[in-house]
């Protein structure tokens, strides 16, 4: 895409590196949480079928017996540990709703946090979009995460979108995780390593068209691509969890009357996993907690 | 842009985040009432039942609403257009007993 300037360079580089000091001691805290829970050292379970090995498989003893010893690969042995590989796609709302209400510095903020967090981790590659009306890629998965990559992100956010399409956004992102998967550097030929994709959306959360969201998440999870919303929330007394929405909607009765509606936002809200941040301080651990709940549910399906 | 789906881009509501007050302490809503988030196409009639919903008035009362001191005639889709205000900023309502009940009540 296009390179949007929204900021000089030397304030971006002064609002990059007092964000990182901010959120230095707070992103050792966090890369550590996500090294347990992003890559996992221990070996993955017991496997079959070898002549020799650590554990009788007992699947296989009746057929062993029944013929008459010859189908004799009856052990398990410890597999490879499978490598992953991430693909971390960053998306910051970019959009007016986050300078009006203060949400834009804790945005930014938090982006510094997972950033430099994922990239002390090398665990894979690293791309970061802002989306408003529309989405640009603010920096690309096949360029290194440096220092200067970092200014140059927060250089293209401005906070000046008219619109917040998240609809668009969802969409663009399984678009650029396809092309992504195909151009991904790590040794795919190697069945030991295994590429893992995540859209990590920081935004104050207000986004229309629920429905649609709702069904293009589905379509991520469909093609492995996980999707987590951190709610960055700094309106102080005015918190996205007390915000209430009024919806007109056609009367049951069925008499083309409309009848209103009043409920909790968040009641509705398309993701199903999203946190609700209210100081940068609790991102390390609300995000660990929904990584960790998506892993398991994963390995649920799974096994 | 296509969508993954092949569907086209659907046509949607854009929404607003309203913070409605009043000057009239009889019909307020209580002082902590945060912003209520809408779809831009209400006018006036919706505006009033979403009012009187929230002030739960057994009888609805008539009202009138003002953005930025002038008389909301048209939905909010078309004050903000009209007005080049962004449906990304809260928008301040207030609203007032109508003095002349209207004629009729245009749908919304
Ligand atoms: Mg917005």
Redesign the pocket.
Known sequence: GTTVSARHASEARRLWSHYESLTHPLSLILTEQLRLILAPTLATKMRGDFRTGKRLNIKRIIPYIASNYRRDKIWMRRSVPQKRSYQVLLAV?D????GESGSGPLALEALVLVAKSLSMLEVGEIAVVGFGEDVHVAHAFDKPFSADAGVDIVQQLGFRQTK?NVRKLVAEAIGLFRDARVDNKAPMSSAATQLWQLLLIIS?G?CEDHETIRRLVRQAREERIMVVFVIVDARRGESIVDMNQAVFEPDPSGDGAQKLKIKRYLDDFPFTYYLVVEDVKELPGVLATALRGWFSEIVGEAG | MDFPDGGREPTHQTQVRLQLRSRQADISLPDKTGPILVNTNLRRYALSTLVNTLLQSEKPIPLEFLINGTFLRTSLEEYLTANGISA?NTLTVEYVRAIVPPLYLASF
């Open positions: 709302d959009s007016r709703s986050m917040t104050d207000l | 990304e």
